[in-house]
T-cell receptor, first 117, second 112 residues
Framework: GAVVSQHPSWVICKSGTSVKIECRSL??????MFWYRQFPKQSLMLMAT?????????EQGVEKDKFLINHASLTLSTLTVTSAHPEDSSFYIC?????????????FGAGSRLTVL | GDSVTQMEGPVTLSEEAFLTINCTYT??????LFWYVQYPGEGLQLLLK?????DKGSNKGFEATYRKETTSFHLEKGSVQVSDSAVYFC???????????FGQGTELSVKP
């Protein structure tokens, strides 16, 4: 079945540094990937939709200069949290769409827990 | 806009009890409906789905029926196990694909 791998699964960094999270589709080509953020005991908030070879579409209220998304290939999308601060600490989850145009199935990565000190 | 509303948790049940987690939605057209499960410290896993009215999704003893007339997709299981303890998310996706819209999640705790 479709597998999405996220790396790292957890990361601790100092305030002011940047952190990159990778999301890979292992056995399929993902033309579209989605990045979500989840606060403790809350639902997932969509941050942006990433299409291969084009700029990401950010949801309202999400800082595009803060959360840089790159989808350079059909199997890899990256989220870079720039100049991270403690309030950026969260669980970040990616998902990928597969199965063709208008596909109905999304596969999620296991998530990356970011802690900013 | 489109939205999903779930019953609030946490829900605490004894092992072998019957489970219902309510989910209602607001959407135009005919969205697809999903239930995802998130175990502690992990990402989301698709539990079941239904793509049209009256469809029943089922997996691992869980079931949910797509009710267009009541705009609902309630999750049920006849006999829960301790291993079912997790957070359950109801979600919808518009026809033609696109982003998933999630409910707020319902935490289930099953005691031995």
């Amino acid at each position: 079945g479709a597998v999405v791998s996220q790396h790292p699964s957890w990361v601790i960094c100092k305030s002011g540094t940047s952190v990159k999270i990778e999301c890979r589709s292992l056995d399929f080509q993902a033309t579209t990937m989605f990045w979500y953020r989840q606060f403790p005991k809350q639902s997932l908030m969509l941050m942006a939709t990433s299409n291969e070879g084009s700029k990401a579409t950010y949801e309202q209220g999400v800082e595009k200069d803060k959360f840089l998304i790159n989808h350079a290939s059909l199997t890899l999308s990256t989220l870079t949290v720039t100049s991270a601060h403690p309030e950026d600490s969260s669980f970040y989850i990616c998902s990928a769409s597969w199965g063709g145009t208008g596909a109905n199935v999304l596969t999620f990565g296991a998530g990356s827990r970011l802690t900013v000190l | 806009g489109d939205s999903v509303t779930q019953m609030e948790g946490p829900v605490t049940l004894s092992e072998e009890a019957f489970l219902t987690i309510n989910c209602t939605y607001t959407a135009t057209g005919y969205p697809s409906l999903f239930w995802y499960v998130q175990y502690p410290g992990e990402g989301l896993q698709l539990l079941l789905k239904a793509t049209k009215a009256d469809d029943k999704g089922s997996n691992k003893g869980f079931e949910a029926t797509y009710r267009k007339e009541t705009t609902s997709f309630h999750l049920e299981k006849g006999s829960v196990q301790v291993s079912d303890s997790a957070v359950y998310f109801c979600a919808l996706r518009r026809q033609g694909g696109g982003k998933l819209i999630f409910g707020q999640g319902t935490e289930l705790s099953v005691k031995p």
